[in-house]
């Protein structure tokens, strides 16, 4: 694969880790091709946003 400065990396299969209820803040964990840990963090309206686009990916037909 041609190095374009992006990283890949795959979700932890973990909970998101809530740093904070109110404002809502979290951390999403994933690992990336070089066993690098990759943190996420994400307050509600990056949370939904998240969410969303996972709909529509899972929504692609087969």
Known sequence: MEDNG???AE?????IVVLSSNPLIGVLGLISEQEEIIEV???RQRAGALL???????ATPP
């Open 41 to 43: 963090s994400m307050d």
């Open 6 to 8: 992006t990283t890949i």
């Open 11 to 15: 979700f932890l299969d973990r909970d």
């Open 52 to 58: 969303l686009a996972l709909v529509r990916f899972l």
